[in-house]
């Protein structure tokens, strides 16, 4: 599979043993964050903007598989909305 996110009605599918729940997802990402450095030097991040997410790989985590699929998330859509 060509790895990418899942929309709001997909989620993840392992077509070699059928795992919906675990796997291991290799991501690249850009994000801008506000750094506050108090007077002694020491910093925490206050708030964080994400700019770019890029998905790399998707793996299986029973199998190891990286034979994964996007399915649609039971009673969604695949545009989010909820099913009947």
């Known amino acids: ?14 077509t070699a043993c059928g795992n919906l729940t ?3 997802i290799e991501t690249t990402e850009r994000v801008r ?4 450095a ?4 020491e910093g925490r991040v206050e708030s964080e903007q994400p700019i770019e997410r ?3 790989s998707v793996i299986c985590r029973w199998c190891g598989s990286d034979a994964v699929e996007l399915v649609d998330r039971p009673g969604m859509f695949a ?6």
Do not use: E, I, K
């Open 54 to 56: 890029t998905v790399r």
């Open 33 to 36: 964050r506000f750094w506050h």
């Open 79 to 84: 545009d989010g909305s909820a099913g009947r």
């Open 22 to 24: 675990r796997f291991d």
């Open 1 to 14: 599979m060509d790895a990418v996110n899942p929309g709001p009605g997909q989620r993840y599918r392992c």
């Open 38 to 41: 108090d007077l002694a030097g």
